[in-house]
Nanobody, 128 residues
Framework: VQLQASGGGLVQAGGSLRLSCVAS???????MGWFRQAPGKEREFVAL????????YYADSVKGRFTISRDNAKNTVYLQMNSLKPEDTAVYYC???????????????????????WGQGTLVTVSS
C-alpha cells in the first residue's frame, strides 16, 4: 500500500484546512488514520476511521474540531480541520493497516508500530 498525503499549508488561527490521503495498492479492509509530529515532539495520534467509515476515533486535543472521513470509491481518506490553533502546527502523516479493529488501534493510540503503512507527511502551519 502506498499513501500520498496532500493539503497542508499555512493558515491563520481559527481557519480551516482539509488534508487528503490517496491510497494505492492493496487497500481493501484497511483502517486509515492520521498522526502528527510537531517540532521537537514525539509523533502523536490524531484520528482514525474503520474500513466502512462508520467508526471514528479522535485524540482529545482535536475532538470537536477535526473530522475524519473516507471515500473508498476514490481510495481516499480526508481530515477536515476547523478552528485551527497554533499548537496544531505539525507534519501530518497518513497511515493504513488492516490487521486489527479500529478499537484496537485506538486503545493503543500512541502505538505507531501498529500501522504498517505511512505516507510521506504534509506540513500544516498555523499562525497566531
Amino acid at each position: 500500500v502506498q499513501l500520498q498525503a496532500s493539503g497542508g499549508g499555512l493558515v491563520q488561527a481559527g481557519g480551516s484546512l482539509r488534508l487528503s490521503c490517496v491510497a494505492s495498492g492493496r487497500t481493501f479492509n484497511n483502517c486509515m488514520g492520521w498522526f502528527r509530529q510537531a517540532p521537537g515532539k514525539e509523533r502523536e495520534f490524531v484520528a482514525l476511521i474503520d474500513w466502512i467509515g462508520s467508526t471514528t476515533y479522535y485524540a482529545d486535543s482535536v475532538k470537536g474540531r477535526f473530522t475524519i472521513s473516507r471515500d473508498n470509491a476514490k481510495n481516499t481518506v480526508y481530515l477536515q480541520m476547523n478552528s485551527l490553533k497554533p499548537e496544531d502546527t505539525a507534519v501530518y502523516y497518513c497511515v493504513a493497516d488492516s490487521r486489527y479493529s479500529a478499537g484496537y488501534y485506538f486503545q493503543r493510540q500512541q502505538g505507531t508500530q501498529l500501522w504498517a503503512y505511512w505516507g510521506q507527511g504534509t506540513l500544516v502551519t498555523v499562525s497566531s
